[in-house]
Structures are given as C-alpha cells and as structure tokens.
C-alpha cells in the first residue's frame, strides 16, 4: 500500500466503475453487429459520455453528431464528393480543401469537406450505392501522429472503424480475432480515396492513412484510384501535387465526365469563394476580438478583491480578469481556456546563430535590434524563455508529460507590411466585417468561414489568419487573375504551374503573402479572397509542458526557443537590381517570437494589465492582455506509475522541457515522500556551451546538491553534453553509449523507463542505435536484430516513449 498514493486510488477506483459499467451496459448485451438507427432516430444513453462507442447498441445520436446522409440527401445531387479529415494542425484539411475546389471546377460536382468529430460516422456502413442511383464518393485525408496515431478528431471513428485492431501493424493490422462489431460485408460498395500525410522520420510512417485504407477494404469498400501519401520530412506539396492528377483522372473515370479542368481555365475570372457581407446592426458584444471560441464572443470583468484565487503575481502585472460566463465551461480544443501569463522568463539570451551569404545579395539593414549585419554574415541572437500559464479556477487539469496547445498572435509589423501591400487604411483595417460563403462559387456549399464573425479585418489578420504562411503555387493562380501587369501575371501563372521556378523563388525563400504582393506590385486582390482564400487559419501551437503537476497543479510551464533565421531570396527575373540577385531576409517563427513580444511587454512595465482593444475596463472586455487561449492535449509520455523504477531520460535543447518537469517531480517526490523510494532519475542533457544555452542550470543543480548534501535521497544523475565546447563535439548519443553498463543495468535488469524527447530526425535514431548497441555489448543479445527487436519491444510495452518533432 505505500506504494499508492491518493492519486493512484482514486484512479483505481475510477477503473473500478467503469469496468462495472462496462459489463453492465456493453459486454452483456451480447451484440457483435452493428446496430444503426434511422437517421432521426434517438436511442436512450445510459453509459456516461464518452464511454459509449458510435457503432455499439446505444444509437450515435447520443453523441449529438450531424447526419452526412441527410446533408447529402438535402444537396440532391446523384454524384457528390465527400471529404473527411483528420488533422491536427490544418495540412490535411487544407489539402481536402483543395481536392474539393478542383472537383467543383473540375466536374461540377458538388462536394463537402467534414470534420469526423461533428458526424454520425457510423452513417457509412448505410451508404446508398449505384443501384439507388447514387455515386456517393467519399474522401478520407489522414495524419498520422506519435507512435502511429491518428489525430484527436478522429480517435473516435479511427477507434470504431478498426474496432481496437489500429494499433496493428502500419499496412492496417493483423486480424486477431476477437471481437469485431462491424460485418465483414458492413461497407460493401462504398467507394472511397485515401491521402495519408506523415513523415517518414517517424517510425509509424503514414501508418493511419495505411491501416484505415486497409480496413476500409476488408469491410467491402472499394478505392478509387491510387492511395495518396504525403512526407512532410521532404515535400508533403510535392507529394500531393504529383498525386492529384491521377486522383482527378480515376474520379473523372469513377463519375463519368469530361474533366473540364485545364481546358481555358486561366482567362476564366476568379469567382471568389467568400464575399463580405455588411455588418449592419451589429452590437460591440456580439464582435469577435480575437477570440476562439464555438459560439459566441466572450468577455471579461477585472476580478474583485478577494475573488477566488485573486493574486498578485511576481512581475506586477498580475491583476486578474474572471471570464463572464453563465454557465460551466469545460475547455477543449475548440474552446480554450485563456491562461494569464504568471511569469514569464528569459533562459538565455547571448548565443548567436550565423549566416554567411553571397555578396550578389542585397543584405537586411544593419543594427536591428535582434540581427547584426557584417558585410555578408548575419548574426542572430538566440532566445530561450520559461512561461508560466495560470489555469487555476478553468476546471483544466494536467498530467506530468502532456501537452499545451496555444494559439500565437501575428507581429504588427508584419501585419501592417501587408495591410500596405494590399492598400488597406486603418480605417478598412477597423472596419467590423462579416465573411460568408458566394454563392456563384460550385464550392460556397462546403465553404466553412475559416474564423469567428463578425470581427474586423485587423483582428482577422492579427489573431485568425498566418501571415507567415508560403504561399502555395494553386494561390499564386489566384492572385496571377488579379495581376494588371501582364508580364507579372504571365510569370505568376508560370510559377503556379512550374515547380521548378517555384521552388527556388518563393518555397525556399518561405515567400508569404506580403512578400509577394511586394515582388508584384500590380496584384489587386479584394479583401474578401485574402481573408478566405490566401491565409490558412493559425495552427494551435503545442509545447511539451516543461512544470509537473504534482508540484504546480494550477499552472502549466512552457519552454519556447525564439526561432529567428536568415534566408536569401531571389527575385523573379523582372525585379533583379543592380545585378543583384535578391534579397536576405529574416524569418521568425510566430509563435516563438510572439511569446518574446509578450515578456517584452510584460518585462517592459506595462504595468497595469490593460486589453486589447482598450475597451471600457466597467464593461465586460474582450481578451485582457497577457492572457493565452490555451488547452491541455494528454500524451502517452509518462512517468512510470511505480516511482521506484528506474527512469532514463535523453532531451537535448528544449528537449529537456518535459524532463525539467519529470526530475522536478521526482525530486518533489523523494523529498516530501521519501518512503517511496524514488528509483533512479538519470538526464541526459545536450546543448552548445555550459556558459551560455544551458537551460534551467540553476535549478538541476540545486537538485544536484540536494541530493550530495544528504538532503534528498535520490539517485539522481544530469549527464551534460556539450556541442561546442572546450573543442570537442558531444552529443547526448555519446554520453548514453560512455555510461551505457548503468544505462542497460537499468533498462535491461530494473525494468527502467526510456524516454527520449527533441529532434526527430537525428537525435532520437542516434539515441535509439545506442541504446541497441548497448543490448548487443553489455545485454548479451545474439544478434543486432535481436537487439533491435528488444528495444522494439521496450516500445510496444510502452518503456520506451518518444516525444519527438522534426
Ligand atoms: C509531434 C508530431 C508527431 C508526428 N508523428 C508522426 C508519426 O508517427 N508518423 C508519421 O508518419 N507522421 C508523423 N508526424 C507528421 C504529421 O503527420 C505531418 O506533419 C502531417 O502533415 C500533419 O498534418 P496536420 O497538419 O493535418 O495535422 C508527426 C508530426 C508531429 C508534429
């Protein structure tokens, strides 16, 4: 028992009831075939939410979900396309976007882009066929994330669809035999196209796109045309890209048209896909300001004295702002919480990146407060921060290795670059719009307005839209219809057409929009196709939460490197000066670089914490400034239940964030328990210098002499690995393989832990060789795939867990 502490039992129990109701409800009803109700059908739910699978005897509409059948139904079209995704941070929904746009030009066949989450998707297994004069062609765009999962709105179908065999193998699984709720015939003439998007460092590549695209077979569906696969590792455009014509051709074939896509399509105007609408007797509070919310706009009130938690916090600006709110809210995705910045700072500043470049490039100009201009270097300062996010009193909860997810805010300065690129005064700026589907564009049925309105057009560029986003080549066609000059239109068409040109002048240089509309000048874009059809949405950014929630339950820790760097660009032949080829320019990541702007801010004194928009502080307010829309993304990387196992941990760079938090718990742990009998806590620690980007020193070595002091007992160990120090290269790789006798005594014989989290490309394959070389030498494996099968098999067991990003 002193092995379990309050947490544990609670968790216990919590499986207790749920295995009781599990039996109750699910395993006795005996039912092995789906049930499916009408459409309008609604059957009592009796097992908590959540617990009841779409496909079991309880009818989907339990779950509150849209009918797609009757949406089809309503379109009364016999051919339609329809185009599910599962994304995360937008590339496949975009890319369904896409498919779809050109299906409506292409075969003017009406098509509709969903999100599974928000559909009965048990409505499949009763799609109508060709006998009922339907073709009905459904789309699946599928990411893969972590050890081969699919993406958090598509868990639910994934988890029903492959009913508990998607973890097999990455080609859609061995069939094992149990229990299958769908009939093998369950989606006999369904027909289907599949686009997997992954990345090939990963191990599980494309494995969802894969497995779905198997399954979907074995229950009678038939595929369209070859299964699509995009690697984000090298070109996900180009793969998707070299994939659509032969996608469009078997749907021309699957449908029966002519397609009617490249013939004159470049002298047909563009027909917008959203129009603005006037926002007339619009009140202040039903304006959008920034917010993600589903619903309506939300405001806030400054706390009272003596509210709960009501605090001041370190850096004075801690006056505190409670959300108005009529009822509960439990934040997700869709609903973020907005977590006030407690503190915010700086890990180091000083160590700079360098870029030498070719003197036939005109340079950026000097002394910017952040880069150094040398003849042809630029140098770059380097930022690391620690940000605190306040969730106290949001009903959020967080586990010791999980994710954040937060949405970032555009610089200024960007978005004036392009507001006078485009024209826009600050009165257009301000101006409260509201966009919505045209109905002269094929496509308007589908079109989701991409972010809440009504809002104006400058929190629609600052807050909604990703002004760094490259733009793609199907753009440049768009805005090539709104060129005046005909030599800037040709070369526009040109590059949207000609990978080759592309690639070196606007991929590579990471052209966004503002920098296009610099290099041709002639564009005249409405405001309407920027705002619907130019910027993708802001992604949510995820940070592996570096703080642990047995120590700080009520706030969340993010550990951001400032991502800044110099790129040259060229320019297309007609804008080449004085013989120079192009330009340099400076590239800043927007979330990074937006969390710098808050701590300078912050750390600026801008000691009342204002809003926004400077809105009465007596009324309600739009989002207060310091205030983060943020939610809690659980992973699988956690610490062992049983503290006494051995735990190695390898996180070079800010790989280290989600160690911070599991040596900070461990050591909280020994140090206020210390009849737990914490087993051994080894880090594995990379970065350039110990003088200069070695992030949260102070506070391992304060750690570390807790526990030489006697202090703490704790065996715990911070191997360091310096990249450019003292002459020498080491990496974190090398310090593992130099102690690897302990390392494999832990792993091999003390049932240890392995996590590794950083830089998916290199650093995690190098680590992982490693740890194989070590079952070679000192585990006495026969082999090196013997080896290799039992550091495979740390995986399966879930001792062996990657938190990784290339
Ligand atoms: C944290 C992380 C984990 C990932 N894991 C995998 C993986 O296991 N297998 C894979 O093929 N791709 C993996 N990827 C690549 C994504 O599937 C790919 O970037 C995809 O384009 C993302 O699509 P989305 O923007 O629609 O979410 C991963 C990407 C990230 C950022």
Redesign the pocket.
Known sequence: MALLDTTDIIILTVIAILTAVYIRYFKDSGSKTVTVGGAGSVAASSGPAGSVKPGSAESPRAYGKKSILKKLQALDHPSQLILFYG???????DLATRIAKDTTTHFNIPTLICDPEEYDMTELTRWPGEAEGKKWLCGFFM??????EP?DNVVEFYDWIMAGKGKGEDDGGQDDGGDDPLEDDALDGFKYIVFG???KT?E????IGRRLDKRLKSLGGVRIGERGE?D?DAS?EEDFLAWKPSILAAMAEYFNVEDAGSIGQRDKPHVPLFEIAPATNISQAQVFWGEYSAGKPRRWQKAQDGEEDYEMVDSGVGEKFVEVRSRKIAYDAKHPHYGRILTSKPLFIDVHDEYTFDNTYHMPRAGHKRYLVENTKVRIERHCLHVDLDISGSGLKYETGDHVGVWPVNDEEHLMRLAKALGLTEEELDKVVILKPNKQNMAAESAKVPFPVPCTVRTALLHYLDLAAIVKQYQLEILAKYCKDTAERDLLFELADNRELYVPLIERSRKDLADVLDVFQSIEVPIAVVLGELLPRIAVRYYSISSSSKEEPNHVGVTAVMVRYALPSQFPSHRVKDGKEGNVVVKQGIATSWLQRLHEARSGLEAEAGVLNNHSETEPIPIPKFYLPLYIRTSNFKLPRNPRLPVVMVGPGTGVAPFRAFVRERYHLASTSPEMKVGPTWLFYGCRHPDKDFLYRAEFEAMEKGVASGQVDLDLKVFKAYSRYEGKKVYVQHMVRDNGKDVWKMMGEMGGYFYVCGDAKHMAHDVQNALTELALKFGGMASEDKAKAWVKDLRTKGRYLEDV?S
């Open positions: 994304s995360q941070t937008g590339t496949a929904e990411a893969t994330y972590g050890e081969g993406t998007l992954g990345n990963y599980h590549y494309n494995a995009g984000d996900m990003w």
